[in-house]
């Protein structure tokens, strides 16, 4: 059974860094791709940034230039690092998985999520 553990998120002020991290249960080198969703009250998930195991990335044009993920196959572990918060960056951030290699979204594995709030 596939588990993804979120933690790192909390409370930071505008312009603030957090960096979220997401323990997978297993080997993460079975998933093609690993990523971050986010939901903020009143609206959809959306796919905040991706990396698949040949090394591409992508990230959503709202956080482009602030936020990085990375992902350590030795530690079965994905980061994503926040940097120049905004308030509108508020949202539960999910860590999610996929080992398929095409029409994977929306993933078919989700962590619990974990709560970013930016205050202004």
């Known amino acids: 059974q596939v588990q993804l553990v979120e933690s790192g998120g909390g409370l930071v002020q505008a312009g603030g860094s957090l960096r979220l991290s997401c323990a997978a249960s297993g080997s993460i080198g079975s998933f093609y791709v690993m990523g971050w969703c986010r939901q903020a009250p009143g609206k959809q998930r959306e796919l905040v940034a991706g990396t698949t195991s040949d090394g591409s990335t992508n990230y959503a044009d709202s956080v482009k230039g602030r936020f990085t993920i990375s992902r350590d196959n030795a530690k079965n572990t994905v980061y994503l690092q926040m940097n120049s918060l905004k308030p509108e960056d508020t949202a539960v951030y999910y860590c999610?998985?996929?080992?398929?290699?095409?029409?994977?979204?929306?993933?078919?594995?989700w962590g619990q999520g974990t709560q970013v709030t930016v205050s202004s």
């Open positions: 999610v998985a996929d080992r398929r290699r095409a029409n994977w979204y929306p993933p078919k594995y």
